[in-house]
C-alpha cells in the first residue's frame, strides 16, 4: 500500500508518516520546498518527497502523483500565526481536499482510494444529529466569522460529505475529529465515537498527537477498522483513567 501524506511537516503529519512506515508502508510526503523534515526521511526508500507548494498545484500533475497511491492522507492546517489564520490561502484545507478530490476522480482508479482527513470536534457531521447547546452555537458563529481557518475546516469535511458521498466508486472517506490537540511520546490508550461526548468549547477533552497518527495510519493499514468508520467523522480522545 502507498500513501500520499499532505502536511507531513506539521507536529500531526509527521507522527502519521513515521507509523506508516513502522507498518511497512510506502509514503509519499507532499511538504513545501521550505518546510522542516526528519533527515531520515531523506535516506529511506520506503519514502518518497515531493516539494511542492499545494495551492500551486495543477490537477494533472496532481493526478500523476496520486496515481500509484491507494490512500491519500490530510494533516493539513493554518499555521497559527497572522499570515497562517488570516492570509492566503485562506481555504487551504478545503481547496486541497477538492484538488486531491478531483485529481484522483480524474484517475479513475480500479478501487476505491481511502482519504483521511483531519479534522476537529469543533467540526459538527451534520449527516446526523448531533445536538449542540444555545451558548456553543453562538460562540462557534462568532469563531467561524472571527478566525477562518475553523470554516475551512467545516468546508473540507463538508466537500467530502457532500460532493463525494457515501457511494463514490472511486473515493471512500473518514474525516477524523481530535480534540485539544497534546504532545505525547508514546501511543497510548484511546476512545473513538462516532460524535462528540463532550463540548468542544466548555468541556474539551484532549488527544495527544501520536493517537490521531495512529488512528490514521491504521485507518488505512486495517481494513476492518476502514469498514468500521467509512463515510463518518469519528472523534478521538485519549482515554482518561
Ligand atoms: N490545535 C488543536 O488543539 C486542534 C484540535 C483539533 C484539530 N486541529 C486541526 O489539526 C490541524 C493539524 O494540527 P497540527 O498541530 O499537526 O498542525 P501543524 O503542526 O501546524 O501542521 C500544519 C501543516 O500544514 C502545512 N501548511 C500550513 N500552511 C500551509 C500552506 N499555506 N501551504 C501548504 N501547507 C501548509 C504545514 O506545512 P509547513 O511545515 O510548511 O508550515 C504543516 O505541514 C490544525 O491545523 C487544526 O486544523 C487542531
Redesign the pocket.
Same mark, same amino acid.
Given at each position: 500500500m502507498k500513501a500520499l501524506v499532505?502536511? @507531513?511537516? #506539521? @507536529?500531526? #503529519?509527521k507522527l502519521l508518516v513515521e507509523q506508516l512506515l513502522n507498518m511497512g508502508q510506502e509514503v509519499k510526503v507532499m511538504? !513545501?520546498p521550505?518546510?522542516?523534515i526528519p533527515d531520515k526521511w531523506r535516506n529511506n526508500d520506503q519514502v518518497s518527497i515531493i516539494q511542492a507548494? +499545494?495551492?500551486e498545484i495543477s490537477e494533472e500533475d496532481m493526478a500523476n502523483y496520486v496515481k500509484d497511491c491507494q490512500a491519500v492522507a490530510s494533516?493539513?492546517?493554518?499555521? +497559527?500565526t497572522l499570515k #497562517?489564520i488570516y492570509g492566503k /490561502?485562506r481555504k487551504?484545507?478545503t481547496d486541497s481536499v477538492r484538488l486531491l478530490c478531483e485529481s484522483i476522480l480524474k484517475n479513475s482508479p480500479d478501487k476505491p482510494v481511502k482519504f483521511v482527513l483531519?479534522?476537529?470536534?469543533?467540526n459538527s457531521n451534520r449527516d446526523i444529529s448531533e445536538p449542540v447547546s444555545f451558548g456553543q452555537r453562538v460562540l462557534m458563529g462568532l469563531i467561524r466569522a472571527l478566525l477562518p481557518?475553523h470554516p475551512d475546516?467545516e468546508k473540507a469535511a463538508d466537500y467530502l460529505r457532500l460532493n463525494i458521498g457515501q457511494k463514490n466508486a472511486f473515493i471512500e472517506w473518514v474525516v477524523v475529529? /481530535?480534540?485539544?490537540?497534546i504532545d505525547h511520546d508514546k501511543v497510548t490508550e484511546y476512545e473513538l465515537h462516532a460524535s462528540p461526548t463532550r463540548s468542544a468549547l466548555f468541556n474539551p477533552g484532549k488527544?495527544s !498527537?501520536i493517537n490521531v497518527g495512529n488512528f490514521m495510519a491504521r485507518l488505512i493499514t486495517e481494513s476492518e477498522l476502514w469498514t468500521k468508520w467509512k463515510g463518518q467523522m469519528p472523534v478521538i480522545y485519549n482515554r482518561q483513567d
Open positions: 499532505v502536511g @507531513a511537516s #506539521g @507536529a500531526t #503529519g511538504v !513545501r521550505f518546510s522542516k507548494t +499545494i495551492s494533516c493539513l492546517g493554518h499555521n +497559527i #497562517g /490561502p487551504l484545507v483531519m479534522n476537529t470536534t469543533g481557518p475546516n475529529r /481530535p480534540d485539544t490537540l488527544t !498527537r
